[in-house]
């Protein structure tokens, strides 16, 4: 599983927004036509808090970016609530030809640990140009099984009407204020938005391992597909990869992603991170992110099956 890496195809530096300056986490791409896909986005203001926006690309000319959005499609959350201090795009899931499900995270700064990242959803009816949320609330539970406030970065599936799966990273322990350990978790739905949360994990950590994050999920021929980092390092994740035939028992195959790390001074040099894997005519391409958790902007690779 070759991917040849296209590099950064969209950086803050380029546009001159009050909304944007920094940073570009988590992108998270929705098919709009033929080969245009619309991309989600977390930029960060002046004040170092995540909003959501969002760009098109052409994926049959993948180096093109056809508009940013001029404002954020997603501000902060109430005072007090789960995302007052930050929101970040997770997975977006098309309803029929207006209606888009947005799960996203929800941050809140350091009071005893460093921070809190719950799930929310956010929901459009006219196809992602702006957002309302379902609910001020969380739609992921803290649970005696789940104590701890990190239930984020959720990819859905809709598998049938009644049948959603979603994957999403969970802490199993912090270690103390500014070292949290997370795996990634498994949780069904009827509806997509009442989920059902039994603790299932789905990808473990190894020895060594602090994180694992940022999960995204292909069916293909019968077989589910996750793509993920994982960091042994703090600041270091390296992408995953692992293989299901339910979606529930999984087998992590983490040699076989090739997917080195850039040459020195390259945006990826020491990470890279969030991958969001899409399939446009039989080609994967993967958006992602590279040093400090996506700080220069968002990268772009295309799976090369000629190597």
């Not at 991917?3 to 950064?8: R, V």
């Not at 802490?171 to 070292?179: S, T």
């Amino acid at each position: 599983m070759n991917w040849q890496k296209l590099g950064l195809i969209i950086r803050p530096s380029d546009y001159k927004l009050k909304w944007w300056k920094t940073y570009g986490m988590d992108p998270s791409p929705l098919k709009l036509k033929d080969s245009i896909y619309r991309v989600f986005f977390c930029g960060r203001n002046l004040k170092n808090q995540s909003l959501i926006g969002s760009f098109d690309i052409d994926l049959s000319k993948p180096k093109k970016i056809l508009n940013v959005s001029k404002k954020p499609l997603l501000g902060l959350g109430t005072l007090g609530a789960f995302d007052d201090n930050g929101v970040t795009a997770s997975c977006p899931i098309r309803i029929n030809n207006k209606k888009i499900f947005l799960y996203y995270i929800g941050w809140k700064p350091k009071s005893t640990t460093r921070y809190s990242l719950m799930t929310g959803l956010a929901i459009s009816n006219n196809n992602g140009k702006t957002f309302k949320r379902y609910s001020k609330a969380p739609i992921l539970k803290l649970t005696n099984r789940e104590p701890y406030s990190i239930l984020t970065a959720p990819y859905v599936l809709k598998v049938s009407n009644k049948k959603w799966l979603m994957w999403y990273v969970s802490c199993e322990e912090w270690v103390n204020e500014n070292y949290p350990r997370y795996n990634i978790k498994l949780a069904t739905s009827q509806n997509g938005i009442d989920w059902e949360q039994n603790g299932l994990v789905s990808i473990k950590l190894k020895k060594g391992e602090r994180a694992i994050a940022r999960p995204c999920v292909i069916k293909e021929k019968k077989i589910y597909k996750m793509w993920y980092c994982f960091e042994t390092v703090v600041g270091k994740y390296r992408m995953g990869y692992a293989e299901s035939k339910n979606g529930i028992k999984w087998i992590r195959k983490d040699k076989k992603i090739l997917f080195p790390l850039g040459k020195k001074n390259d945006f990826d040099s020491d990470m890279t991170a969030y991958p969001y894997v899409v399939k446009y005519k039989n080609k994967k391409f993967m958006f992602y992110n590279g040093n400090l958790y996506g700080k220069d902007g968002i990268g772009l690779a295309i799976e090369n099956k000629n190597k």
